[in-house]
């Protein structure tokens, strides 16, 4: 059975008091970017009461965004029963169940990137980077600089240049880190398992400012 979509302003709709997922200003930028593109194609799905069981982000880009209503489609099943939660969460999680050719992945963003901006996709030139370099055998790419330089990156500022100067700090746990960064205001890059910023920041398309530090290890 399908209902189709009505349009609904989105005043009506409130965020699912489960929703286990934050959205970043760096994720809606590329969800923005895409909805000015291409217009939504992602279904924002309600419950019967109009509360979000899929499409939170997708909501909140529209709302900065200055949009006032939006495509909807509303479910006959009330926001707390195991109906529900499963759209909640298999909107999420069920994506990740798919088997993903990485090495085709990076070449189809590299495409993207030649033609266009990888604005909208989810991804920016360093995390391309990343996945030629975790996607390629060293007789491909030597080290993540080479992989920088492949996925159109670039950092002619250090060529023929001293490496960057660096500050290493330690942390007992991951709260200590996000305390530090939050009261010392740092502008962090990407919230992986290490962290990095640069001083004075500079922003991402800013990449010339950017180098892998070497390891021993791929």
């Known amino acids: ?11 009506k709709l409130k965020p699912h008091p489960r929703n ?11 969800i923005i970017a895409s909805i000015e593109q291409h217009g939504i194609y992602r279904n924002i799905v309600v419950a019967e009461d109009y509360t ?3 499409g939170h982000g997708v909501v909140e880009a529209l709302r ?7 495509p909807v489609l509303k479910l006959n099943i009330a926001a707390d029963t195991p109906a529900a939660l499963k759209v909640l969460t298999g909107d999420n999680a069920l994506g990740g ?3 993903v050719d990485d090495r085709m992945f990076t070449e189809l963003l590299k495409d993207i990137k030649d033609l266009d901006t990888l ?24 080290d993540r600089n080479e992989a920088a330089e492949w996925a159109g990156a670039g950092m ?5 240049a001293a490496l960057p100067h660096k500050l290493v700090i330690s942390f007992r746990s991951e709260a200590d880190r996000a305390r530090y960064v939050d009261q010392t205001g740092l502008r ?19 990449l010339s400012s950017l180098r892998f530090e070497a390891s021993s290890n791929k």
């Not at 059975?1 to 005043?11: A, E, G, K, V, Y």
């Not at 934050?22 to 994720?27: F, I, S, W, Y």
């Open 1 to 11: 059975m399908t209902w189709p979509t009505q349009m609904i302003d989105l005043d």
């Open 20 to 30: 286990y997922r934050e959205h970043p200003a760096d994720q809606l930028a590329h």
């Open 52 to 54: 979000i069981l899929a």
């Open 64 to 70: 900065q965004m200055g949009r006032v209503e939006a």
């Open 97 to 99: 169940l798919a088997q």
């Open 119 to 142: 604005l909208g996709t989810g991804y920016d030139e360093m995390m391309l980077a990343n996945l030629v370099f975790v996607t390629r055998t060293e007789e491909e790419v030597r």
């Open 156 to 160: 002619p500022d250090y060529e023929n």
């Open 188 to 206: 962090v890059d990407q919230k992986t398992k290490t962290w990095s910023t640069r001083w004075p920041w500079t922003d991402r398309e800013d």
